[in-house]
């Protein structure tokens, strides 16, 4: 009888750690809105954050990876032409040719390429984006695991990361 209460003991210690590790999420609803600001602050300006167009994960050691689409009215025609979002992650992001550290970014889909800049709209990468053809509906902005990355969608284009 005793054999089984440690047995059942050790059962639920490895069910409460496998759930506490039970790997990456995608946030979405409250859990989304709690992470998302109304507001980003890129190249000298604020704008209006597009909630209903932004995404998040919460990674497997508990950073939250976070982009949206910002209202890019108020900027000037060379900042619009490369700057859609921002991208604000908490852990090391590496794409397929580039790698952030935790901070805040801002970035754009633009000719086939996925741009990342500081806040000072300063380029700091470029990577080439892939396009999902067998996006039935595609959205302005998407997030979707993919392995142990994730794919960041803008309409069919996507650009893949990983965090660490």
């Known amino acids: 009888m005793l054999n089984y209460r440690r047995s059942g003991i050790w059962l639920m210690v490895f069910v409460a750690l496998a759930l506490s590790h039970a790997g990456a999420q995608i946030l979405s609803g409250d859990a989304l809105k709690k992470v998302i600001p109304s507001g980003y602050f890129f190249a000298s300006q604020s704008a209006?954050?597009?909630v209903r167009n932004s995404v998040a994960a919460k990674t497997a050691a508990g950073h939250i990876v976070a982009a949206g689409m910002v209202d890019t009215s108020g900027y000037s025609t060379s900042i619009q032409e490369k700057y859609q979002g921002f991208f604000i992650t908490e852990t090391k992001v590496?794409?397929?040719g580039g790698s952030l550290e935790?901070?805040?970014?801002?970035f754009g889909f633009r000719d086939g390429k996925f741009l990342v800049m500081n806040i000072a709209a300063t380029d700091l990468f470029s990577v080439a984006t892939k396009s999902d053809d067998q996006q039935k509906h595609p959205v302005p902005m998407k997030l979707e695991k993919d392995g142990d990355g994730y794919r960041?969608?803008?309409g069919k284009n996507y650009v893949a990361f990983k965090a660490e």
């Open 152 to 154: 960041l969608y803008a």
């Open 94 to 96: 590496t794409f397929d």
């Open 48 to 50: 209006q954050v597009q």
């Open 102 to 106: 935790p901070g805040a970014y801002g």
